[in-house]
T-cell receptor, first 118, second 116 residues
Framework: AQKVTQAQTEISVVEKEDVTLDCVYETRDTTYYLFWYKQPPSGELVFLIRRNSFDEQNEISGRYSWNFQKSTSSFNFTITASQVVDSAVYFCALHLLLSGAGSYQLTFGKGTKLSVIP | GAVVSQHPSWVICKSGTSVKIECRSLDFQATTMFWYRQFPKQSLMLMATSNEGSKATYEQGVEKDKFLINHASLTLSTLTVTSAHPEDSSFYIC????????????FGPGTRLTVL
């Protein structure tokens, strides 16, 4: 069975600090995708990144960076120089093909609530 | 990114009534849409997968007769909560996948349902 664990329920940082959100996943599949989404107080999920299981290159996008480590089944997300607008709940998600079912399912972690204090 | 809309954004209804929520992909065709439910301070729980032109696939524990899903076209899926009760009050979110496996899922803004 697939599972996504975000061990940090809530994190508070002071503005301009760096913060890393952890994500550990479990799956027996060799082909899968990992996602990060941001959910601000308004509720709408915002797509941040998608990474496939064959691409372990780390990625940087502005103040955001992602570290994918297949050896430890982790896909951690770092925000550099955090800002108040980064305050939101962040979800890590695993997307895989359910063998034999022919369906595609996105499994979410429980989310990490990030509060950036001015 | 692609745009997915949901209507209404919030609804308050009396217990026993039915409520329909629409999910539309505005600038792309989506053969597959998904319906999620999110309780306060919790994660998204997949309710069902909606495929255009066929019956929806419901997750274990989700009542098919209570949560009716219709995927009438490549840009529209509807969720009808029938005979709503206070315990159905929740935040309902739809998403539409662009492309096939591994394609990005774009989420609607969500619908907050309150059943009195």
């Amino acid at each position: 069975a697939q599972k996504v664990t975000q061990a940090q329920t809530e994190i508070s940082v002071v503005e301009k600090e760096d913060v890393t959100l952890d994500c550990v996943y479990e799956t027996r599949d060799t082909t899968y995708y990992l996602f990060w989404y941001k959910q601000p107080p308004s509720g709408e999920l915002v797509f941040l990144i998608r990474r496939n299981s064959f691409d372990e290159q780390n990625e940087i996008s502005g103040r955001y960076s992602w570290n994918f480590q297949k050896s430890t089944s982790s896909f951690n997300f770092t925000i550099t120089a955090s800002q108040v607008v980064d305050s939101a709940v962040y979800f890590c998600a695993l997307h895989l093909l359910l063998s034999g079912a022919g369906s595609y399912q996105l499994t979410f972690g429980k989310g990490t609530k990030l509060s950036v204090i001015p | 990114g692609a745009v997915v809309s949901q209507h209404p954004s919030w609804v308050i209804c009396k217990s026993g009534t039915s409520v329909k929520i629409e999910c539309r992909s505005l600038d792309f065709q989506a053969t597959t849409m998904f319906w999620y439910r999110q309780f306060p301070k919790q994660s998204l729980m997949l309710m069902a997968t909606s495929n255009e032109g066929s019956k929806a696939t419901y997750e274990q524990g989700v009542e098919k007769d209570k949560f009716l899903i219709n995927h009438a076209s490549l840009t529209l899926s509807t969720l009808t909560v029938t005979s709503a009760h206070p315990e159905d009050s929740s935040f309902y979110i739809c998403s539409a996948r662009r492309g096939q496996f591994g394609g990005e899922q774009f989420f609607g803004p969500g619908t907050r349902l309150t059943v009195l």
